[in-house]
């Protein structure tokens, strides 16, 4: 059967009061080594057997902070990337710079057989890696035509952009339209991998 331990706190006080009884009647000098080694062994133990371990603990611990710091860079990283190169997709590629835009808006004006008036020279600007091409049409139609060549435009892949729209009743034409339009698309100057 195994002894019972006491660990209230009057039984904790009751030793330390049997303790500090014996040095004080007995003296401390005579109680000088045994105090000598038991401070001995708490310093070894502490410094021996606690504090590596402590140490070894709290350098794992900010490798692995470190780790957590990168992967989750790592996944931003990634998740930036990904959406550089989805928007960059939707973009027309930097070989077809020339005639990409004004090629686009002829063939979005046959689809709905829309016969342009005046067709501007496509205007290009840089800034920043990304070129910027411009280019203006105008041309008599009906709105029911308008919109259909709005949603074709809007929906083109690779991106184009009505960035205005001027519309004006054509007075000679009842139900005609006179409109100016101004498209644009972006043209990354490199793409990311």
Not at 7 to 28: F, M, N, Q, W
Not at 70 to 94: E, F, I, M, T
Not at 139 to 156: G, I, K, Q
């Amino acid at each position: 059967m195994a002894p019972k331990l006491d660990v209230s706190a009057a039984a904790i006080s009751d030793e330390l009061r049997t303790v500090v009884g014996t040095l004080k009647e007995k003296g401390a000098k005579r109680f000088a080594r045994v105090l000598g080694v038991a401070g001995f062994l708490v310093a070894a133990a502490y410094f021996g057997v606690y504090l590596p371990p402590q140490k070894k603990s709290a350098r794992l611990q900010s490798e692995i902070d470190r780790a957590k710091t990168l992967a989750d860079d790592g996944a931003k990283y990634k998740a930036l990337r990904d959406q550089v190169n989805g928007a960059c997709a939707g973009l027309p590629s930097p070989t077809d710079r020339e005639q990409w835009l004004s090629n686009s808006v002829r063939n979005s004006l046959l689809v709905g057989r829309l016969e342009p008036e005046n067709f501007t020279p496509v205007k290009e600007s840089e800034a920043n890696g990304l070129i910027f091409q411009t280019s203006s049409v105008a041309l008599t139609l009906r709105f029911s035509e308008f919109f259909d060549w709005l949603l074709r435009v809007e929906n083109a892949k690779p991106f184009m952009h009505m960035d205005s729209v001027e519309l004006a009743k054509k007075s000679d034409k009842i139900g005609y339209n006179m409109a100016t339009f101004t498209i644009s698309t972006v043209i990354p100057k490199r793409r990311f991998r």
